[in-house]
């Protein structure tokens, strides 16, 4: 049974950074891409960052490119976002997805979802 959680959320003032956490178990360490996607109230899910499975190959979102940064542990069963020069619009659910996948700008999720962590940007 994949089971993703993650951890790390909090409330910071703008410019702040948090590091987030997603912790993976019930699959094959290394095997699915693992991404972050975020969704605020009233707004659809967007993805964020990703890593692949293959190479470690990172993926960022236009809008959090040069702030984010995905990386994983070295038993591949941990993924995380150190999130930089945090701003309000930051604010938002940030959930963790194995297998996500990301190709010509569009984000695609599998159904394995943890169960999400928040992240508040406000002064």
């Known amino acids: 049974q994949v089971q993703l959680v993650e951890s790390g959320g909090g409330l910071v003032q703008p410019g702040g950074s948090l590091k987030l956490s997603c912790a993976a178990s019930g699959l094959t360490p290394g095997y699915y891409n693992i991404g972050w996607f975020r969704q605020a109230p009233g707004k659809e899910r967007e993805g964020v960052s990703c890593?692949?499975?293959?190479?470690?190959?990172?993926l960022y979102a236009d809008s959090v490119k040069g702030r984010f940064t995905i990386s994983r542990s070295s038993a591949k069963n941990t993924v995380y976002l150190q999130m930089n020069n945090l701003k309000p619009e930051d604010t938002a659910m940030y959930y963790c997805n194995a297998g996500a996948e990301q190709s010509g700008g569009t984000w695609r999720a599998s159904r394995f979802w943890g169960q999400g962590t928040q992240v508040t940007v406000s002064s």
């Open positions: 890593i692949t499975n293959t190479d470690g190959t990172t």
